[in-house]
């Protein structure tokens, strides 16, 4: 039986987000002024998608744990300390380079890389904490309307246009089964022309033919 699982698309998104910021700074020259500049522009936009990703559990699933395992709610708030202490260090040194002389960029670039990639160690841990003790708990305690209820809560808080953000990062990381199940799911919730506008971005970040094969799985499964 296939149940509700709210944290596998997301963290495919942010995932394939951390590797593509980490990958971005270790092949960024932090002697370039603009070439910093631009690493940091990524870095602070994933930083942000980070912290609103770690509210949204704070305040929606994790009041679930600490009804539950007591000591899994620990830990996982222990994982979003640690987390967040990185990813504030990350904006510190970010901050720093603006004013840094080019001998300064090239050191801070250095610790820049250094903790980008222990924040994306400690990120991988903790998701898979979340996917796998996280999850299980929930579909232990939780029914599908219940966790259908988390996830509404969680999207009704979302202003659209970020929303809009959120998915052009979680769809092009998603299988051909998961895209189809939130166009699908959007497109069956949402007026046809606001629908278009939340996807642009996601069409866009997927190509043309990727979100062909999406459209045309739609249809087959209407039609089925
Ligand atoms: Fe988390």
């Given at each position: 039986m296939n149940r509700l699982d709210l944290y596998t698309s997301v963290h495919k998104g942010l995932r394939s987000a951390l590797f593509a910021t980490a990958e971005r700074i270790a092949r960024t020259?932090?002697?370039?002024s603009a070439a910093a500049r631009e690493a940091t522009i990524s870095l602070g936009f994933l930083l942000d998608l980070l912290d609103e990703h770690a509210h949204h559990e704070d305040e929606h699933i994790q009041p679930v744990y600490q009804r539950h395992n007591s000591e899994l709610a620990l830990t996982l708030a222990a994982d979003h300390a640690r987390v967040e202490g990185l990813g504030r260090e990350l904006r510190s040194l970010a901050v720093r380079l603006?004013?840094?002389t080019e001998i300064e960029r090239v050191s801070l670039g250095r610790r820049i890389h250094e903790r980008m990639n222990q924040f994306l160690a400690e990120h991988l841990q903790h998701m898979a904490r979340e996917e796998g003790c996280g999850q299980r708990l929930l579909w232990a305690h939780l029914d599908d309307t219940q966790l259908g209820a988390l996830h509404g809560a969680i999207l009704a808080s979302i202003p659209p246009p970020r929303l809009s953000q959120w998915l052009g990062l979680i769809l092009p990381a998603a299988s051909l089964p998961e895209c189809v199940e939130i166009v699908g799911g959007l497109v069956a919730a949402v007026p046809g022309d606001a629908a278009d506008m939340l996807l642009a971005p996601a069409r866009a970040a997927m190509g043309e033919a990727r979100w062909n094969e999406v459209t045309q799985a739609l249809v087959v499964g209407a039609k089925a």
């Open positions: 020259n932090f002697a370039d603006e004013s840094a």
